[in-house]
């Protein structure tokens, strides 16, 4: 989606590099219409653009926040200190501890300011992408009806599935590997 003066989410992350997985919660944001915008800016790199552009987004009336992050993760914390919008924090697995330093920086957030965190990697930043999509839908019943549009297609992709499990088991096909 184009860049809009007010994008209800903004997706951060540390580094371009991070696209290929934080790619994943736009490409979300986008099956459900949601005006959001992608920023690269480093909590340690860029520090004093990173405060910057966060206040400036939230006194624009953005609502909610992604950070993607690897290693120590302080991007999701870093970007939670300055709005009192959530922040959903996303490991990334960038770092030879494959994101469970990630994953632990992000959820372990002392009291007071939260992030909110998923799981590492892609399947996070999709996660990430939903979860702003349900707090959106708080106040907007038509982003609530899509959302549950897509939960009822879920639903019918996993009935649709077992069908031909059961199908398969009794034609004696053996499991797939």
Known sequence: MPRTSTPSVVIFMGSDSDWPVMGRAAQVLEEFGVPHQAIVSSAHRTHDRTVRLVKDFTRRGTRVFIAGAGAAAHLAGALAAVTPRPVIGVPLASSPLSGLDSLLSTAQMPSGVPVACTAIGEAGARNAALLAVEILALADRKLE?????YRR???????????KLQK??????PAAR
Not at 145 to 149: S, V
Not at 153 to 163: H, P, Q, S
Not at 168 to 173: C, K, N, P, S, T
């Open 145 to 149: 009806g899509r959302l549950l549009a």
């Open 153 to 163: 297609t879920l639903e019918r992709e996993v009935v649709r599935k077992d069908a």
């Open 168 to 173: 398969d088991r009794r034609q004696g096909r």
